[in-house]
């Protein structure tokens, strides 16, 4: 059954756009994720959406149709409105016609099962929202099992964050903690931790990665902190031919990530 | 000399203003470039502004200062403001404190000597601006020469592009044209056109690259036109271990500069 939402000032409206800021999402437990695409793949992963809203009278692509039966089977609600109160929620001129409500699905580190995979993506202090949806999505792409975010990292569950993801969002485990915590837990067991620095002659070739390998990645602006990068088992750079001295942080992440993965399918 | 502004309403405001906005960049041949960090960058590369706005009574740093000098040896124009009239000119709230109008440096075609360097990369109708200014940046990085743009891609003078280009838009040569222009010019010497696609079986790490190979990225939502992908000399993709078929769009462009320039340096 759908229920019908036609005022502006609709109170869940209200809530449901409050979600767009990072405070309330922390409240509230939940956080927002818009579009066919996006939403099929939370669905493929095993999220449904705890409420989900749809533009009243507009014929449904089979998916999300498909969406919206199993919403309603697993006890979820349905909200149909207007394109201009839909516009509203997802913040965009052009809303992609379907927004939902999902509970987080952040992880405690203790839950993380590194073994799991061979790759781990770590980032630090990133600030933008774009390249941390990036990493995220290239952690997919890369076979990686989830995205780690030490000290003060921008929210990967941002509206802009999960759009940059692509869905990447709900296939990898993505789990916030302290570095202290996170130097304490990969102690604890096997694994690499690999960062990239401007501090080493290393080259990112010229290293050998070892499963399960953690690949860290510091903020924008001022990469890791010393004691951070003393830390890790690795320090390597990537070469820069031109005049600049850095890639941007989502694509120096990914460049390491493919070397990783190429290097352990030669092996 | 400096000239100040004192004026929101005064013309020059409203012209340089109006530069974050294509259609007045095409009419005017100008870009703005923000930022101590990009506006020297532009500087070693040999490009000074036309107009350089700063802050009035603000202490300048000495790369600023520096700048400040050759702007006005040159003949250019220094003007002093107030920091609200600066942010709006760079339409951020934190104005990095340096706005600068650039003389257009796109280069015909005819003139891009493909010789010069390994590693060209070619956008194909490219929308998001970060992901073009981030192509930029890598493109300096990989030590390529440029990037050509084919079909309706995003403005590379863009405000967005070139703060994600970090000032590579200053040392990458940028070159727009239509595909049909781009095949006849590419034909009439050497050079590999390597295209990144869905539709091919071949490993970007099982193919041969060859000086100058020149990467073709296409649309970020509809990849390469058929066409392209036929009149390219190798079709390769990248391997993808998730549940996500593709990669960013730079991200992808950058991991295949990153293989394109190893095997070249291995050989």
Chains 1, 2 share one sequence.
Request: with cysteine; net charge negative.
């Amino acid at each position: 059954m759908r229920r019908e939402i036609t005022g502006f000032s609709n109170p869940l409206i209200k809530q449901v756009r409050s979600l767009r800021e990072k405070k309330f999402r922390k409240r509230e437990g939940r956080f927002l994720a818009e579009g066919l695409r996006i939403m099929t793949e939370a669905r493929e992963a095993g999220f449904l959406p705890e409420m989900l809203f749809l533009v009243k009278g507009q014929e449904l692509h089979p998916l999300a149709a498909a969406l919206e039966q199993e919403v309603i089977s697993a006890g979820g609600e349905v909200i149909e409105t207007s394109s201009d109160i839909l516009s509203k929620l997802s913040g965009k001129d052009n809303p992609q016609a379907l927004v939902g409500v999902y509970a987080d699905i952040a992880k405690p580190l203790t839950e993380v099962d590194r073994d799991s995979a061979p790759i781990w993506l770590v980032a630090q202090a990133m600030r933008d929202p774009g390249n941390l949806g990036t990493m995220l999505r290239t952690g997919d792409a890369v076979g990686a099992g989830g995205l780690i975010l030490i000290d003060d990292c921008t929210d990967p569950f941002s509206v802009e964050a999960v759009r940059a993801s692509m869905g990447a969002v709900f296939t990898q485990s993505i789990t916030q903690c302290r570095w202290e915590e996170f130097v304490l837990w990969l102690r604890g067991g096997n694994g690499q931790l690999v960062g990239t620095s401007l501090q080493t002659d290393i080259d990112y070739q010229a290293c050998e990665y070892a499963a399960p390998c953690f690949i860290m990645t510091g903020n924008e602006a001022q990469g890791l902190p010393k004691a951070y990068e003393a830390e890790c088992d690795a320090l390597v750079k990537m070469p820069m031919y031109g005049k600049a001295d850095s890639l941007n942080a989502a694509v120096a992440t990914a460049v390491m990530a493919y070397e990783v993965r190429g290097q352990m399918r030669r092996s």
